[in-house]
């Protein structure tokens, strides 16, 4: 009896605890599973940008030079720095992103990155920054596990692990071993 | 209560978003030897396991994960890849265009045969390995897996044509690190490099950095 109440209070106190982390680490989750499909981190976007004056000598390029196409085309945008990281290709490091300009063309892309408002901070975290963080989700992850298995033992009846949990329990088990043999099996 | 937990939690997520650039106090008292990019570039054999200060331009910075950026010097073909250590952590895109100061230990990589065939298990367990980090992300499975194919078949051909059997990449995990004064567009001055040396990039050399990193 005394058992299951300390269950109950472990699953109940840990659940508390956990709960922002569980979010951050759920949110960020499902966010870089689709790393491939999107930039979780960032709000990237892309504006087409022409320079009448093109076609544009490399030469006379200079910072001020530069500065003031800026100034005239994306006023909005503060230098950094800039460089050709090919023949005809100028590329400006602008505050939150960069411009590629077409020098004989004088078409180009601005390319601005915004940091997206809770997934950059969700994900930052999720990458494990730095080692006392790491020391954090260690403590989380297997706070997680306790919260598994103490959440096994908090109903009693017909409803708990001996009724219908044991059934809940086995299919869950059950998924990734069946995904984990269809992988090794080469199915897909 | 529930306001001060939503505090404490919002506090959390700003204090997290501020990012990394700040500088690492401690001094370990080794010694350092102050290097320009070039000079790493011209033999960095020379300098594995050395623990050098480098400056130079950012040009790129892994915008998933943050655990690589470039930096370039007088010539934009080539740049070092530089990578964080855990008190680091990670380098955020905003570093892109910066001057940035970075104290860190030269590394060597050797690659040969063994380690193309352990790597190639890897990949094939869809594994990601330094040595062969892309910039894939938003490409489809069959063209990134295509395109590590070719990175593997590109080492065994470099390693066939090396003398020693083995080829070398290398990188700086950088220790600490700080963005340099930022001469702001309004003031028109032109960058300066460190040690005074003229660095305006405008050269106009094709410039890759390679996914690898500098490779000898």
């Known amino acids: ?188 | 209560m529930i306001r001060k937990i939503l505090g404490v939690a919002a506090l959390i997520a700003i204090l997290a978003s501020c990012g990394n650039k700040t500088q690492k106090e401690e001094t370990t008292g080794k010694e350092v030897t102050k290097v320009t990019v070039d000079e790493v570039l011209a033999d960095m054999q020379k300098y594995v396991d050395q623990e050098v200060i480098i400056s130079g331009i950012v040009n790129h910075v892994c915008s998933h994960g943050g655990k690589r950026m470039f930096i370039m010097g007088s010539n934009p073909d080539a740049a070092i890849k530089i990578t964080p250590d855990d008190a680091i952590g990670v380098f955020e895109k905003e570093l892109e265009g910066s001057d940035v100061l970075v104290t860190g230990i030269v590394k060597e990589l050797r690659i040969d045969e063994a380690y193309v065939d352990n790597l190639e298990k890897e990949v094939a367990e869809g594994a990601d390995n330094e040595a062969i980090h892309d910039h894939s992300a938003g490409t489809h499975d069959e063209e990134a897996e295509n395109e590590k194919q070719a990175q593997l078949d590109a080492m065994r051909n470099k390693i066939a044509e090396s003398e020693q059997g083995y080829y070398s990449q290398f990188w700086i995990e950088a220790s600490e690190f700080e963005v340099k004064d930022h001469d702001h567009a309004e003031e028109g001055h032109e960058h300066e490099h460190m040690e005074d040396e003229d660095h305006s990039h405008e050269e106009g050399h094709d410039h890759e950095h390679g996914e690898e990193g500098h490779t000898h």
């Open chain 1, 1 to 188: 009896m005394k058992l299951r109440k300390l269950n109950r209070s472990i699953h109940r106190d840990l659940g508390y605890i956990f709960f922002f982390m569980t979010l951050i680490y759920g949110l960020s989750g499902v966010a870089l599973n689709h790393i491939d499909d999107w930039n979780p981190s960032y709000i990237i976007r892309n504006n087409p940008i022409s320079i009448s004056e093109a076609p544009l000598s490399k030469e006379t390029l200079n910072r001020s030079e530069v500065i003031s196409l800026l100034k005239t085309y994306a006023p909005q945008e503060t230098y950094k720095n800039h460089y050709f990281p090919e023949d005809g290709l100028l590329k400006v490091f602008i505050e939150d992103g960069n411009i590629n300009i077409d020098i004989k063309s004088g078409e180009g892309i601005v390319e601005t990155s915004k940091r997206r408002l809770l997934l950059h901070p969700a994900n930052y975290l999720h990458y494990n920054p730095k080692k006392w963080w790491t020391w954090v989700s260690d403590i989380y992850a297997i706070s997680l596990m306790l919260l598994a298995v103490t959440g096994l033992f908090i109903l009693k009846g017909k409803n708990g692990i001996a009724g219908r949990g044991a059934w809940l329990t086995a299919t869950g088990i059950l998924i990734p071993i069946v995904f984990l043999l269809l992988y090794y099996w080469e199915v897909f």
